[in-house]
């Protein structure tokens, strides 16, 4: 059972950072470390997972309709900007769905759930975004994707498998470093996010059923609560970075970072740091 407040802080927590590149995973490990509550798992990160990725596709049901009719004029052997558009989405998709199993095969996912390594990833990987982010072109929109770079986009989205990464910060990083405007690069982060996420949600989920776990009521409405959160974060990122740059998540990773690091290493006690 989860209270009320714990409900509300852990469906905001991943409406709001699943699309701001700041890591949702990351958070979502910090949350128990911070307040003393049980870590609330991966069914319950799952459950949040698919609010969000409901959310998205919501918000981009234009894009999720044309990536529809472009299955089928890949099946008619058509070509057309949709059929470009969904290949380019399964190509970005296939390299995280391979190390996904590999990691899961090799029992690292709970390895991962540290403080520790949230703090390091979100240092380096903000950096990172930072260094993209200022010295990237912006020249090219989602028409100008191949399956190369989109490969490329897609082995970046598999360095999210690491907490504190951030799945939608790395994917945007690769897309602004192949000189992908930012609302581009944003938006071909999301839409690789869906069958992404859902593949996640899925295993997670099928996994705890078939081991007779059952998702609760609780779990439900934080997934429900984090649905709405996540269309009104989309709606104001895709807003935000048509003028701005990102260094505003860049600083906050940063001080996140080293705010977690000073705290490990002061000796404060945070959950279940390795």
Known sequence: MMSLLQIVVLALIQGITEYLPISSTGHLILVPAFTGWPDQGFVTDMVTNLGTVTATIVYFWRDVVS?????????????????????????????????GLVIKKLGLVDHLRSPLIVAINSIVFG??????????KQRNTIRDLNWKNSLIIGLFQCLALNPGTSRSGITMTGGRFLGFMRSDAARFSFLISIPANLAASAKVLGDAVQAGESISFDQIICGVLTFFIGLGTIHFLMNYIRNRSLLPFVIYRVILGSAILGLIYSGMPLGVVK
């Open 67 to 99: 990536m529809l009719q472009g299955l089928v004029d890949i099946v008619k052997r058509r070509s057309s900007h949709s059929a470009r558009l969904v290949t380019n989405v399964i190509v970005a998709t296939i390299p995280i769905i391979i190390f």
């Open 127 to 136: 950096l990172l975004l930072y260094v993209a982010d200022s010295y990237g």
